[in-house]
Nanobody, 126 residues
Framework: VQLQASGGGLVQPGGSLRLSCAAS????????IGWFRQSPGKERESVAS????????YYSQSARGRFTISVDRAKNTVLLQMNNLKPEDTAVYYC????????????????????WGQGTQVTVSS
């Protein structure tokens, strides 16, 4: 199983980025998926998650209204569209997959995820 994250970079405040996470060795239709981020000196935190089979999507308070998580089923790839980026969004972003059909209350719990990508750096700065 491999999750390959990409799409990070340097963007000005107010700009947009789309992160991708290509999955191999597993079918994302049957995995809950999530994006997490970690900045220096801070714990890894959940940004957005989507339960396999649809029906429930979680966004952190900071991401709600600006970020959108989705799945490109044809490419078996998880996407995170990030709009109106702010300097506080600067972090390494990680994608993750869980074999569990996570209930809403556990979708942000990183301990529930089995597989992790290597991370992609997002820097928001003028």
């Amino acid at each position: 199983v491999q999750l390959q994250a990409s799409g990070g970079g340097l963007v000005q405040p107010g700009g947009s980025l789309r992160l991708s996470c290509a999955a191999s060795g597993l079918n994302l239709d049957y995995y809950s998926i999530g994006w997490f981020r970690q900045s220096p000196g801070k714990e890894r935190e959940s940004v957005a998650s989507r339960r396999w089979g649809g029906g429930s999507t979680y966004y952190s308070q900071s991401a709600r209204g600006r970020f959108t998580i989705s799945v490109d089923r044809a490419k078996n790839t998880v996407l995170l569209q990030m709009n109106n980026l702010k300097p506080e969004d600067t972090a390494v972003y990680y994608c993750a997959a869980s074999s569990l059909r996570l209930p809403f209350g556990l979708m942000a719990d990183r301990s529930r995820y089995d597989y992790w990508g290597q991370g992609t750096q997002v820097t928001v700065s003028s």
